[in-house]
């Protein structure tokens, strides 16, 4: 069994920071792709950023094209989302989601087959 575990999620302030990490245990595991999604109450739970283990190439939303980065640790197994200039309406539960049935970048939520329980981040204004 594969588990995702997210950290580093909490409250700050409008223009602020937070850097969520996901670390995968279990079984050997190997990911092709690793991403955040975040939802809201009454909303989608979307795609903000994705990364495919083999290469590097990432995938960001429009929303969060130049304030977040999302980052691997090879070794650790490991996922990164740094979130800089954090606004209001990024307040939502993230979570941390990986697959390992396509050769290519995945998009799609119903592609990820590995989940976390998702981390709450709060931004104030």
């Known amino acids: 069994q594969v588990q995702l575990q997210e950290s580093g999620g909490g409250l700050v302030q409008a223009g602020g920071s937070l850097t969520l990490s996901c670390a995968a245990s279990?079984?050997?595991?190997?990911?092709?792709?690793m991403g955040w999604f975040r939802q809201v109450p009454g909303k989608e739970r979307e795609l903000i950023a994705a990364i495919w283990w083999y290469g590097g190439i990432t995938y960001y939303a429009d929303s969060v094209k130049g304030r977040f980065t999302i980052s691997r640790d090879n070794a650790k197994n490991a996922v990164y989302l740094r979130m800089n200039s954090l606004k209001p309406e990024d307040t939502a539960v993230y979570y941390c989601?990986?697959?390992?049935?396509?050769?290519?970048?995945?998009?799609?939520?119903?592609?990820?087959?590995?989940w976390g329980q998702g981390t709450q981040v709060t931004v104030s204004s």
């Open positions: 279990g079984r050997t595991f190997s990911s092709s792709t």
């Open positions: 989601a990986a697959t390992n049935r396509y050769s290519t970048i995945q998009y799609e939520r119903e592609k990820y087959n590995y």
